[in-house]
């Protein structure tokens, strides 16, 4: 007759326990997710709204034809004293760009900078650094879409801990946010916008150990 060792009862149990403590870790971590991410669409401007303030100057991050648009609205109502738009397609010629907002141009002419070199946020942040020390310049409009913001803002905050930044949220028509579960193509780019969000935040926490 055939005795099982204490041993052998004990392993199935530890490794029961075990799968159930990755479930449970598991799960704890998707209803984490998923509540942080609707306290994001919860957190992202619905109406665009022209503010008051004035800084010295502002930025607008590409990526959408309306983010520069409102940016030279924002220029030409004497928010700011000159407008970055950084990360400007390397072989976009300020010619160009004019054809889309030709009532501006006089500002191009003066009060305009380009910038060709970020390939994303944190060279955005990178570069409008960069442009605010040369300009001198302690305050900033930040123009970009409002799903895009709190990682624009996390990243340029970083870079400018000492600026103040003051954003101005573009809202798209094609990105809807109030009703975003009716619509898939907005829940993937709000939810894809989330997880780069957190991913930037985890960098930045981890550089400033770091440092």
Not at 75 to 83: M, V
Not at 99 to 108: I, L, Y
Not at 192 to 201: F, G, R, W
Request: with cysteine.
């Amino acid at each position: 007759m055939l005795v099982e060792s204490p041993g052998g009862a004990v392993a199935p149990r530890r490794r029961r326990r075990a799968l159930r403590a990755v479930l449970l870790s598991l799960a704890l971590a998707i209803v984490l997710l998923a509540g942080g991410f609707v306290w994001f669409v919860g957190s992202l401007a619905r109406t665009e709204v022209m503010i008051d303030n004035r800084a010295d100057g502002i930025v607008a991050l590409t990526g959408g034809a309306f983010r520069i648009n409102d940016a030279l609205v924002l220029l030409a109502t004497g928010r700011g004293q000159r407008l970055l738009i950084t990360g400007v397609n390397p072989t976009t010629r300020t010619v160009e760009i004019l054809r889309r907002v030709p009532e501006h141009q006089r500002w191009f002419e003066c009060c305009v900078d380009l910038d060709h070199s970020a390939l994303n946020t944190i060279g955005n942040a990178v570069e409008t650094r960069r442009w605010a020390r040369q300009k001198n310049f302690k305050s900033l409009i930040v123009v970009t879409s409002n799903f895009h913001m709190p990682r624009a803002m996390a990243e340029l905050s970083h870079q400018m801990p000492d600026a103040t930044l003051i954003p101005f949220a573009v809202i798209s028509e094609r990105v809807r946010v109030e009703d975003w579960w009716s619509s898939p193509s907005s829940a993937r780019l709000l939810f894809s916008e989330y997880l780069k969000y957190i991913v930037a935040l985890a960098r930045i926490r981890l550089e400033d150990v770091l440092d």
